[in-house]
């Protein structure tokens, strides 16, 4: 199992010092955005000089990049804003594509018109799910035409809220392209260690063999955010419980200063 970070926690716009970055806090790979080019993080267009400057980054670094984050809202009230994403999203896939990046990130979306990641009561009603499967099914022939995975996080905020929801979708799309990122800080909003542990245990459960990352961000009693390994989510039991069902892939630390990245790096390999 690799430990991974977010390349945009380290600030920078040219690659290669954000990936030198990645290395120098001890991490083996990252999930990339295209901000740490300067670039919007879903652009209209990606120049070959771009794609260029990220692989020669790549290989001066030996950070390999383990995901491309593709995130908009899929479930966006106004289809216009879908298209646009979308139209966003081949760029993306492309990108991987060019880069040999096995995975780009999704957001399964909310009815919520201003941020992708904010809740709004209309997410259950089941015209949200219908415009989110409809979008996700155009964004998995791209997938497929290039051979680059999508992965959906199931997240409460969002469509697709638990496990069982990415189970579903996954069933209804009948692509294996499709798989699962799995954070266990976003698989409930408040509970205590010992809930939490149950929550977590049985998202891996269900996820089994479908999983192609794994993320590493903690989460306090009370609901707010935290760095890993100062919540409520017990770590060495998620990775156990990974190891279990055979996963191998990459874990991928977010939510965290550039300060704190060497420290939670030290955490996270200890564990493994």
């Not at 995130?71 to 991987?96: C, F, K, W």
């Not at 996700?136 to 638990?162: C, F, W, Y």
């Not at 996954?170 to 939490?196: C, H, K, W, Y």
């Not at 996820?207 to 919540?231: C, P, W, Y």
Request: aromatic content about 6%.
């Amino acid at each position: 199992m690799q430990i991974g970070i977010f390349a945009k926690t380290f600030p920078g716009t040219e690659p290669r010092g954000v990936l030198s970055a990645v290395r120098d806090s001890g991490y083996a790979c990252a999930q990339f955005n295209l901000a740490c080019c300067g670039l919007p993080s879903m652009p209209d267009t990606v120049s070959k000089e771009t794609i260029a400057a990220i692989g020669a980054a790549v290989e001066a670094t030996g950070i390999s990049l383990a995901a491309l984050s593709g995130t908009y809202n899929m479930a966006h009230p106004d289809i216009a804003v879908r298209r646009s994403g979308l139209a966003q999203l081949a760029v993306i896939i492309e990108t991987a594509a060019a880069l040999s990046i096995p995975l780009v990130t999704l957001c399964t979306g909310t009815r919520n018109p201003n941020d992708q990641w904010v809740y709004h009561p209309n997410n259950g009603d089941p015209s949200a799910w219908a415009d989110m499967a409809a979008e996700m099914s155009k964004a998995l022939k791209l997938a497929e035409r290039h051979g680059v995975d999508l992965g959906i996080e199931p997240e409460q905020a969002n469509i697709v809220t638990s496990a069982s929801d990415a189970r579903r979708l996954i069933d209804e799309m009948g692509s294996p392209r499709l798989r699962i990122v799995l954070d266990p800080a976003n698989l409930f909003e408040q509970a205590t260690r010992a809930q939490a542990r149950v929550i977590v245990a049985e998202a891996v459960e269900i996820s089994a063999g479908h999983i192609a990352l794994a993320h590493a961000k903690d989460r306090h009693g009370d609901g707010r955010f935290a760095t890993v390994g100062q919540g409520v989510v017990d770590f060495a039991d998620f990775i156990a419980r990974l190891h279990s069902v055979n996963f191998d892939g990459p874990l991928v630390t977010h939510g965290l200063s550039a300060s704190e990245a060497s420290g939670v790096a030290r955490f996270l390999k200890a564990l493994i």
